[in-house]
């Protein structure tokens, strides 16, 4: 019998029977999981190199949907219950799904269905290697810990790393109601606010993002390129300057606004304006109606409501000819960072956060608190955050110009 021994593979090899031209696999998996404890299979090849690969295929495959260590009872392990818990939460998404979906027009699953597809790929990536094949009960919080500290090795956000964290919880919680584990371990504190804030555009950047755009509607196409018109970027314009004013998200709760949605008040100025009553917030809050600036009001009634007219009051504000909001949302997103990198201020040197559409919501809340009376909670109920959020994650790069201004606002004297 010939045998050639793979590097870097633990007990994996290569070998040949004496009456036989193919390779065969072989390596150890324990006598837990058979009588032999080895695990033996067919390359199905007479090449040396292809039978390497291919074992290598086998083996990493193997661990990756049989992780179980020595002497570890398989009702017991960390994967089996971890099965058992996405079992119950597909069960659980199932029997609501299509009432969810039955009124929804922005999605095509249910944020439980997106949540649960994520939630399995983040176990199979890094915790199902980690923790799957180990005892349920007996991992404590030193094994938490590690598990930690590997992930800060691969220099996560610490977004994501709190969202493993949270997921390993909650299959143990599941354990947990099933008294199959006694206690929980002790989890260690996810600081957040380490993650990079929002890098805000200044208003000369979106100024000179809104003239490009506008330049390149009125631009003829190539005859390569599949579009007949670029008529849509001065839409995407309109869309950069409503997001920064009204403080929506340019998601959902941008693209499923309608014209019914509005309506035009009067102040005791006797200055016209409008409010907005949103289909959908991000952020339950008590009130979600949110009053809006003359600049608003010159977008909506000069530009949108020329583009598409009012009828019905059911026609969408951005894109109306598209039921797919969806494919808008992935439209404006492309063609905002085209332009962005064609300026060079899409991407940011000291940070992981690259400018999107949504920096702008960064932007307008400085610009609301450099340019207007608004308190921290105005700023936040009308850009639907908080002042804690919005302290940490959008206002935290107040940047230069802009803090010049906030400074001689502050001490500047009547």
């Known amino acids: 019998m010939k045998r050639i021994k793979i590097q870097n593979c633990d007990t994996l090899e290569i070998f040949k029977y004496n009456n036989s031209k193919k390779w065969y696999c072989r390596f150890y998996v324990g006598y837990h999981l058979n009588n032999s404890g080895n695990f033996i299979r067919s390359t199905k090849t007479s090449s040396q190199q292809e039978a390497t690969k291919i074992a290598k295929d086998i083996w990493h495959k193997f661990h990756r949907t049989n992780p179980l260590d020595k002497d570890v009872p398989k009702e017991m392990s960390f994967n089996y219950l971890a099965e058992q818990y996405f079992s119950f939460q597909d069960?659980?998404?199932?029997?609501s799904e299509q009432k969810i979906?039955?009124?929804e027009e922005y999605y095509h699953q249910s944020l439980g269905a997106k949540e649960f597809k994520k939630s399995k790929s983040m176990y199979e990536k890094h915790i199902k290697d980690f923790f799957g094949g180990k005892n349920i009960n007996v991992i404590n919080g030193n094994d938490i810990e590690m598990f930690h500290f590997k992930l800060n090795t691969i220099d996560y956000a610490q977004s994501t790393i709190g969202s493993y964290l949270t997921?390993?919880?909650?299959?143990?919680?599941?354990?947990?109601?099933?008294?199959?584990?006694?206690?929980?371990?002790?989890?260690?504190?996810?600081?957040?606010?380490?993650?990079?804030?929002?890098v805000p555009y200044s208003d000369d950047e979106r100024s000179a993002i809104t003239k490009e755009l506008r330049r390149l509607s009125k631009v003829k196409p190539s005859i390569r390129s599949a579009l007949k018109t670029y008529e849509h970027y001065d839409e995407v314009a309109d869309i950069v300057n409503f997001v920064y004013?009204?403080?929506?998200?340019?998601?959902?709760?941008?693209?499923?606004?309608?014209?019914?949605?509005?309506?035009?008040?009067t102040n005791t100025r006797n200055e016209k304006y409008y409010e907005i009553d949103p289909e959908h917030r991000k952020v339950n809050q008590?009130?979600?109606?949110?009053?809006?600036?003359?600049?608003?009001?010159?977008?909506?009634?000069?530009?949108?409501?020329?583009?598409?007219?009012?009828?019905?009051?059911?026609?969408?504000?951005?894109?109306?000819?598209?039921?797919?909001?969806?494919q808008v949302r992935n439209l404006v997103d492309k063609v905002f960072r085209k332009v962005s990198k064609l300026l060079n201020l899409y991407y940011i040197k000291d940070s992981r956060r690259n400018r999107s559409l949504y920096a702008l919501r960064s932007s307008g809340?400085?610009?609301?608190?450099?340019?207007?009376?608004?308190?921290?909670?105005?700023?936040?109920?009308?850009f639907n955050s908080?002042?804690?959020?919005?302290?940490?994650?959008?206002?935290?790069?107040i940047g230069r110009v802009k803090s010049v201004e906030l400074q001689e606002r502050i001490y500047s004297k009547k």
């Open 167 to 198: 997921l390993v919880k909650a299959i143990m919680t599941f354990a947990h109601k099933q008294a199959i584990i006694h206690s929980l371990p002790k989890f260690p504190r996810v600081d957040r606010t380490q993650d990079d804030s929002f």
């Open 386 to 397: 908080s002042p804690s959020m919005q302290t940490k994650r959008y206002m935290k790069r």
């Open 286 to 326: 008590k009130r979600q109606v949110t009053q809006q600036n003359s600049i608003v009001k010159e977008i909506y009634e000069n530009r949108i409501c020329k583009r598409y007219p009012i009828e019905t009051g059911e026609e969408y504000i951005f894109f109306a000819n598209n039921p797919n909001r969806q």
């Open 245 to 265: 004013h009204t403080g929506f998200r340019p998601g959902k709760e941008l693209y499923v606004l309608k014209h019914k949605h509005f309506s035009s008040m």
């Open 101 to 103: 979906l039955k009124k």
């Open 91 to 95: 069960m659980k998404i199932e029997s």
């Open 365 to 382: 809340m400085i610009g609301m608190d450099i340019h207007t009376n608004a308190t921290a909670e105005d700023i936040a109920r009308h």
